[in-house]
């Protein structure tokens, strides 16, 4: 990302993460990804939202997941498809695909009308 876009949006998207079409930055502040992030299909990133890792690798997410604010994802864990992460969680192990996820740390709280926040789908 450009760094006069990285000062004034205060977002940092490396040109390594790899990152499937139909991203959607809700409210775009303070967004920070690591470069080795990978991101699917249909990916609603809300403001304040880190994904990385100390150690490696960062985060796998799969399609059609919505990430509340201020979520923070920690590490190499894989997020399946059709997920919602719930606003302030922070995510230290893997999220089962058609769940939502809470708290910190994060847990599967149900499986009931999972990716609901997704809309406006990119369809290839």
């Not at 040109?15 to 967004?31: S, V």
């Amino acid at each position: 990302m450009h760094l006069t876009l990285s000062i004034r949006y205060q977002i940092q998207i490396p040109k390594e993460a790899k990152i499937g079409p139909g991203l959607n930055l809700g409210h775009a502040t303070g967004i920070v990804l690591s470069p080795t992030v990978e991101i699917g299909a249909n990916c609603n990133i809300s403001q304040f939202v880190n994904i990385g890792s100390n150690h490696g690798k960062a985060a796998s997410i799969a399609d059609n997941v919505y990430i509340g604010p201020m979520v923070c994802i920690v590490e190499n864990v894989v997020i399946g498809n059709n997920v919602t992460i719930g606003a302030g969680s922070v995510v230290i192990k893997d999220i089962p695909e058609n769940s939502t996820a809470v708290g910190n740390p994060s847990r599967v709280v149900n499986q009931n009308d999972p990716g609901r926040y997704i809309m406006n789908k990119y369809d290839a």
